[in-house]
């Protein structure tokens, strides 16, 4: 067995080479299907011409995340059961995008949810929520890149910062070169890669320490489960109260609703049809791996338990790969870190594209409509490889854990953008005026919570509650719909304030967007519904507000 603090490859030149062609294949993949990009919607939403089975592979694998390999293992080494419970609520969010507005959005004609905003709720709301999603996106692909680069460290015996300049630099510009055709046809190879990498080896690292059931790992590591209880009785234990788990719903469920390089992959799709048959795969993959993931997460606490393996606070983010270094030949542990390094390119694709997007799309187009296509495109070029070079430049002082900012950028977008999205969706009566204060009252309650802005001012106390946002966004999230409804009731109510909104345009939007070509007053305009929201978000918020007691 290796030295706990020596966990590396004893050949790096291996992991470089495996590393090295899957690059190289990224960016041959990439430069062919954006050579004919002439517009933003090529560069976007690939044409909108994608197909289920790539688009739904795409859709997972944006999902997956380098958390996938590195940070939900190590929290499930932390938390045990209770994370589970936890990550399981993410699988939701990309059917009910579908379900809640995906397929109203893209009937519209919308390249991303804050397109939606703007033609919803005018410029100015736009662009607030085109801020806050740049901060989104940022924050997500800071996890991603510093992901990367403590992999490209620890691993190959690359020094933190060279990784994350050399190989930031690379990804940022794979991602400029390929465009949404590149990013989505790249994202369902990654997708294989990051299926086949991460099962093949957890049976074998299960068949090593005994289990039966190594031959499908997703499901049969349960006949390891009489051996966890008997050597660690405390693993299945919930130990957080009600309200942990129920805040995970505002935090993770409807946060990743308003994560807008998930919505983006919605529009890629051919036609409805097609995205519809898209979330069929989605869920399928997504499952297959994320149950494999739990398998590895509950592997990696058995062997530290019964095996003698003994893993430092400090190398918790490195369970996948040590294990693989433990149980398996050096070959495929190499194979594995391209499945790692496979998780982080597809993440940051979309979250570079959706930075590309905001930038060029939903403010610069916005301020002026009128700008030449080639110089739109241009901009958008320059955006996604400026978010890169940000990330990259943020990740030198990286936070403690590669997880905690990635699940942060969940609760801001489900404050920030979600509850606009929802309510605009379903609700006539939601304006301008209300998006702009929930927008920003409710962001602003957020960021002022978090650890990273102000660590005195928490909920809970609880590093790992505080930092992954579930206490900040059971509080916001509903203050957000709140604001929402209440500010839109108010003030269409105020008539000195009724030529600056645009009630009749909005109900043909939404009628429109909904596939209705008649219009009748009583479709989507239930006082009862907003009011009925208004009084379960504030019970809500006002539980946030009382003892936690953790």
Known sequence: MMEAQNWQLSNPILGLAVVGATFLLFYIVGFVSNRKSASAKDLYIGGGNVGAFTNGLAMASTYMSLATFLG?????????????????????????????????????????PTHFIRDRYGVTASIIAALFMILVSIMYALGQMIGIAITFETLLGIPYLTGLFVFGILIVGYITIGGMAGATNNAAIQMVIIALMFIIPLGAIMKAVGADGWYFPPLFYSDMVPAMLESLPTFFDYQFSPKWYFSI???LTIGA???????????????????????VWFAFILGLVFSATYAMGFVGVYATATQGLTISEGDADKLTIILNLVYNPEWVTALVIAGAISAGLSTLSGNLLAIGALISQDI??????????????????????????????????????????????????????????????????????????????????????????????????????DGMGLSGAMLAVPISFILLIVVSYITNRMPGLQSKLTKQSDIELIERIHGWKDIKSYRYNSTVGAGITVVVSSAVAIWALMPWGM
């Open 72 to 112: 939900i293992t190590a929290l499930i080494l932390q938390l045990q059961v209770p994370f589970i419970m936890l990550w399981i609520q993410l699988i939701l969010a990309i059917p009910l995008i579908t379900i809640i507005y995906g397929t109203s959005l893209r009937r519209m004609g919308a390249f991303s």
């Open 249 to 251: 719903i505002p935090a």
């Open 257 to 279: 609703l308003g994560l807008p390089h998930l919505a983006m992959r919605v529009y890629t799709a051919s036609n409805l049809k097609s995205a519809r048959s898209a979330m």
């Open 364 to 465: 610069i187009a916005t301020l002026k409509p009128n700008i030449p296509q080639r110089l739109s495109l241009r901009i958008g070029f320059i955006a996604i490889f400026a978010g890169g070079l940000v990330s990259i430049l943020l990740a030198i002082q990286p936070p403690a854990f590669l997880v905690v900012s990635i699940l942060w950028a969940f609760g801001l977008a489900g404050v920030t953008n979600a509850p606009l999205i929802i309510v605009g969706v379903w609700w006539k009566e939601a304006n301008k005026f209300g998006a702009i204060v929930a927008s920003v009252v409710g962001g602003a309650i957020y960021i002022i919570v978090s650890p990273f802005v102000f660590p005195s001012i928490v909920l809970t106390g609880h590093g790992v509650t």
